[in-house]
C-alpha cells in the first residue's frame, strides 16, 4: 500500500445562508419542512449495519404541534444494547486499524453532504422535532455539524504532528491509539450538532461507538445517521439505540470493555453516571474516559459605562434564542442602576416585537419549548414569580400548551440578587435581572461569581477597558466561556472551542483538539538504533 506525509483539506467555517424571502435555500426548507411534516417516518435502530424494529414503538410530535404525528421509533431491550456492544467490539478490529487517512475521507464526505444534498432535510427535521427557527436550525444542524466534521480532521492530523524530540542515537515517536474497548455517547436534544459531534468525533479517531440520542431529538438523530451511512462509516463503527436511558446505560457500564462516555446533558445525570462509573471501576479493562457538558446559570454583567441598547440586544438574543434552550443562554442578569430605566425599555421593546408560533413561520423569532414536562417546569416559575414580593414579571408571562408548549420569553426584574430564578437553571426562554448600585460594581463581581454552581458562560459589557480587566481577572472561574462585549451564547467551531467548569461539566472543550485528545491512548515508542552490548557505566571505572 502506497504511504504519504497527507495533508488534509484545510477546515473553513461552512457559511451561514441567509434564507431571506426569494432565496433558493428558503424554498428548499420549506419544501422539505412540508412533505416531512405531511408524512410519517418509522425510525429503526441501527447496529451492526442493519435496521432493527422491536414493534414496540413511541410517536414522534412537533413541540409546536404535539397532536401531530409526524413518526414512530422503536425502543431496545436489553439484548439490543448487548448486541450493540458485541458488534462495537468486533468492528474494532479493522475500524481502529484503519488508516487515519481513510477515516478522514469518511468524515469530510459527510460533512459535504450536509452542506449539500441533505442540508434542507436535517434543517426541517431539527425544525419540526425540536422546534428551531430556521436561523437556529442552520446554525446548528448544518453549519456547526459541518464544522466539527471538517475541524475535527484537521485537529486530528494537529494531534498526529505533536511528537517528541528525537536523537542521533534513538528515535522516539508517539503513536495516538483509539481506546482500548468500546466508547458510549450520551446526546441531547437541544443540538443536532452535538448529536453528531459526540459520536463522530470517537470515531475519527479509531474508536467504536453506541449512540444514545435523546428521545426528543430521533427525528434529526435518524438523518445524521443516513448522512453517516451514505459517508461510508462501517457497520459495527456507530450503533444507535433508543429507549429507556437507565437500561440501556446500565448495560453499556456493566461491561468490562466500557473505555469512556462521552455526554451533554444536565448536571444531576452526569453526576450519577460519574459515580455509576466509579462503583463499577474495578470491573473495567482500564480507567475509563469521562467527558461531560452539563447545565449553566449564564450571566450577563454591565458596567456602567455600557451602552444601553447594546446591554439589552444581548439579553434579548443571548436569552430568548430557540427559547433559551441553551446550556449557554443568558438566564440572570446585573444591570447598574444608571443604565436600568433605558435598558428595561429597550428589551420591553425587544420581547413584545417577538413573533411566536411555528417555526414554519419564518417570521416567528420564538417557537416552543422541547415537551410537556419542560413547560410545566417553566409555567410553575413563572406563577411564582407573579406571587411573589421580592418579584416581577415586566415582559412576557404567558404560557399555553392547548396546541404546542409555548412559553412567552419572560423577565423577571428580582431586588434579591438570590432569587431562585437567579441561581436555578431553568433552561427556557426567562431571565431574571438585578439592578444593582452602579457604584457597587465590584461588589457585584463577587456575587456573580459566587451566586452559581454552575460556570459555563457569562459576559461583560462596558466601555471602560479597566472595569472589563477587573471582571475578567474577578470571573476567570465562573465562566468557561466569557464574552466580553457580546451575548454569551454562539461559540462557533475552530473559533471558540466550548466547555465549562464547576458543575457545568468537564471542560474539555468541544471544537477543539483537546476534545479529540481524550479519545486516544498514546503510546510512546523509542527505538535505539546502536544497542548497548555491556552493563557497565563509566562511573564504576577504577
Not at 417553566?378 to 412559553?407: H, P, Q, V
Amino acid at each position: 500500500m502506497g504511504k504519504g506525509f497527507f495533508n488534509v483539506p484545510v477546515a473553513i467555517n461552512e457559511p451561514v445562508k441567509s434564507y431571506a424571502p426569494g432565496t433558493p435555500e428558503r424554498d428548499a426548507v420549506l419544501k422539505a419542512y412540508k412533505d416531512m411534516y405531511n408524512s410519517q417516518v418509522d425510525v429503526p435502530m441501527y447496529i451492526n449495519g442493519k435496521d432493527v424494529t422491536t414493534g414496540n414503538t413511541r410517536t414522534m410530535s412537533p413541540p409546536h404541534d404535539h397532536k401531530h404525528i409526524v413518526g414512530t421509533y422503536h425502543l431496545a431491550e436489553k439484548k439490543h444494547v448487548d448486541e450493540a456492544i458485541a458488534t462495537a467490539l468486533e468492528a474494532r478490529k479493522n475500524w481502529s486499524q484503519m488508516p487515519w487517512e481513510q477515516r478522514a475521507g469518511i468524515f469530510l464526505k459527510a460533512a459535504e453532504l450536509i452542506a449539500g444534498p441533505y442540508r434542507a432535510k436535517i434543517n426541517a427535521a431539527t425544525m419540526i422535532g425540536q422546534s428551531k427557527n430556521i436561523y437556529q436550525a442552520e446554525i446548528d444542524s448544518a453549519c456547526e455539524l459541518i464544522d466539527f466534521l471538517r475541524f475535527n480532521v484537521q485537529f486530528m492530523t494537529d494531534i498526529y504532528l505533536d511528537q517528541p524530540e528525537s536523537t542521533t542515537d534513538a528515535w522516539n515517536r508517539i503513536e495516538y491509539r483509539p481506546l482500548e474497548g468500546f466508547t458510549y455517547a450520551v446526546t441531547p436534544f437541544n443540538f443536532t450538532a452535538i448529536a453528531g459531534n459526540l459520536p463522530a468525533c470517537m470515531a475519527l479517531m479509531g474508536n467504536v461507538v453506541v449512540w444514545k440520542p435523546s428521545n426528543n431529538q430521533i427525528y434529526s438523530a435518524k438523518v445524521i445517521m443516513d448522512v453517516f451511512k451514505e459517508a461510508g462509516v462501517p457497520a459495527g463503527v456507530i450503533n444507535v439505540v433508543f429507549g429507556n436511558p437507565g437500561m440501556i446505560t446500565d448495560t453499556v457500564l456493566a461491561s468490562p470493555h466500557f473505555s469512556g462516555l462521552h455526554y451533554t446533558g444536565s448536571t444531576p445525570v452526569f453526576q450519577n453516571l460519574w459515580k455509576q462509573i466509579g462503583n463499577n471501576i474495578e470491573n473495567y479493562k482500564t480507567y475509563p474516559r469521562i467527558v461531560g457538558e452539563t447545565g449553566g446559570k449564564d450571566f450577563v454583567i454591565a458596567h456602567k459605562s455600557a451602552v444601553a441598547k447594546q446591554v439589552a440586544t444581548a439579553i434579548s438574543r443571548g436569552a430568548f434564542e430557540f427559547q433559551g434552550q441553551k446550556c449557554s443562554a443568558a438566564s440572570r442578569a446585573y444591570i447598574p442602576s444608571n443604565l436600568w430605566d433605558d435598558v428595561k425599555k429597550f428589551v420591553i421593546e425587544d420581547v413584545k416585537s417577538f413573533k411566536m408560533g411555528s417555526p414554519e413561520d419564518m417570521s416567528n423569532f420564538i417557537t416552543a419549548v422541547i415537551n410537556e414536562g419542560a413547560f410545566d417546569k417553566l409555567a410553575s416559575y413563572i406563577d411564582a414569580a407573579k406571587n411573589d414580593a421580592d418579584a416581577e414579571i415586566i415582559a412576557g408571562g404567558n404560557y399555553d400548551k392547548s396546541k404546542g408548549y409555548f412559553i412567552e420569553p419572560t423577565v423577571i426584574v428580582t431586588t434579591n440578587p438570590k432569587y431562585e430564578t437567579m441561581c436555578t437553571e431553568l433552561f427556557g426562554p426567562i431571565i431574571t435581572i438585578y439592578v444593582y448600585d452602579e457604584n457597587k460594581y465590584s461588589e457585584t463581581l463577587k456575587l456573580v461569581d459566587e451566586t452559581s454552581e454552575y460556570a459555563l458562560t457569562g459576559a461583560v459589557l462596558s466601555t471602560d477597558r479597566y472595569a472589563i480587566v477587573e471582571a475578567t481577572e474577578a470571573l476567570q472561574n465562573a465562566a468557561g466561556n466569557f464574552y466580553i462585549n457580546d451575548k454569551p451564547t454562539g461559540a462557533v467551531v475552530g473559533q471558540q472551542p466550548f466547555g465549562g467548569a464547576r458543575a457545568s461539566g468537564t471542560n474539555d472543550k468541544a471544537g477543539s483538539a483537546q476534545n479529540l485528545l481524550r479519545w486516544v491512548s498514546p503510546r510512546m515508542i523509542k527505538e535505539t538504533f546502536v544497542s548497548p552490548v555491556d552493563y557497565r557505566y563509566p562511573f564504576l571505572g577504577e
